[in-house]
């Protein structure tokens, strides 16, 4: 499988002046916005956010695992990991409670493949395991997203996807599954309705896909 390298505008943080952008519009639609300096203070800040002892669902993301916030949470003993709860789970005889605890945690945490300049999140999956979480049905929802992934628009954010993001994942996953991913569903998230639910650690910084 041949490499593909990514485009510049796709891979570079944005400058400031475009993260207050994005920060003011995704505010103005009701979601909770922190811009941080780097990767390590959005790992000290989700320690904060979550509540020792709080169920929590991480969704499959490259920023979670590079930032090693996936590690303290499904690692650390410090929370109910659904993921490290549903290890210990027959799929064949328990996969609508996998289903249920994955959907409904209390408080989901993950990424998104695009974040626009005018307010919306963009969220890419092949399972769909945590667009449920996502889109209401978690108690809480912190999405930690890079500089690299603002976007001027939602047309923008479906080629950074199309273009950017299912190449990289595709060799993340021959890599490690020996299977190419599968660009099966898209979330747009256009605003959250119900404040204090949706929180964007948004990084001055590039990390992730």
Same mark, same amino acid.
């Given at each position: 499988?041949?490499?593909?390298?990514?485009?510049? =505008?796709?891979?570079?943080?944005?400058?400031?002046?475009?993260?207050?952008?994005?920060?003011?519009?995704?505010?103005?639609?009701?979601?909770?916005?922190?811009?941080?300096?780097?990767?390590?203070?959005?790992?000290?800040?989700?320690?904060?956010?979550? =509540? +020792?002892?709080?169920?929590?669902?991480?969704?499959?993301?490259?920023?979670?695992?590079?930032?090693?916030?996936?590690?303290?949470?499904?690692?650390?003993?410090?929370?109910?990991?659904?993921?490290?709860?549903?290890?210990?789970?027959?799929?064949?005889?328990?996969?609508?409670?996998?289903?249920?605890?994955?959907?409904?945690?209390?408080?989901?945490?993950?990424?998104?493949?695009?974040?626009?300049?005018?307010?919306?999140?963009?969220?890419?999956?092949?399972?769909?395991?945590?667009?449920?979480?996502?889109?209401?049905?978690? $108690?809480?929802?912190?999405?930690?997203?890079?500089?690299?992934?603002?976007? =001027?628009?939602?047309?923008?954010?479906?080629?950074?996807?199309?273009?950017?993001?299912? =190449?990289? +994942?595709? +060799?993340?996953?021959?890599?490690?599954? $020996?299977?190419?991913?599968?660009?099966?569903?898209?979330?747009?998230?256009?605003?959250?309705?119900?404040? $204090?639910? $949706?929180?964007?650690?948004?990084?001055?910084?590039?990390?992730?896909?």
């Amino acid at each position: 499988m041949t490499t593909s390298t990514p485009t510049a =505008p796709f891979a570079d943080p944005a400058p400031a002046q475009r993260l207050e952008r994005v920060a003011a519009a995704l505010t103005a639609h009701g979601f909770t916005v922190e811009i941080l300096d780097d990767a390590a203070a959005a790992r000290t800040r989700v320690k904060e956010l979550i =509540p +020792e002892g709080a169920t929590v669902f991480t969704g499959a993301s490259e920023t979670l695992r590079l930032s090693g916030i996936d590690e303290d949470i499904n690692g650390s003993g410090r929370y109910a990991s659904v993921k490290a709860r549903s290890r210990t789970m027959d799929r064949a005889t328990q996969l609508t409670e996998i289903w249920q605890a994955i959907a409904c945690p209390d408080v989901i945490v993950g990424s998104v493949a695009a974040v626009t300049e005018t307010g919306s999140l963009v969220a890419a999956s092949a399972s769909g395991s945590q667009l449920a979480g996502y889109s209401g049905a978690a $108690g809480r929802a912190i999405w930690i997203v890079g500089a690299q992934k603002v976007v =001027p628009d939602l047309s923008t954010a479906l080629r950074r996807i199309e273009d950017h993001c299912v =190449p990289l +994942e595709n +060799e993340r996953c021959m890599k490690t599954y $020996g299977q190419p991913s599968a660009l099966n569903r898209v979330l747009i998230l256009n605003a959250e309705p119900h404040p $204090g639910r $949706g929180t964007v650690l948004l990084l001055r910084e590039a990390i992730g896909f």
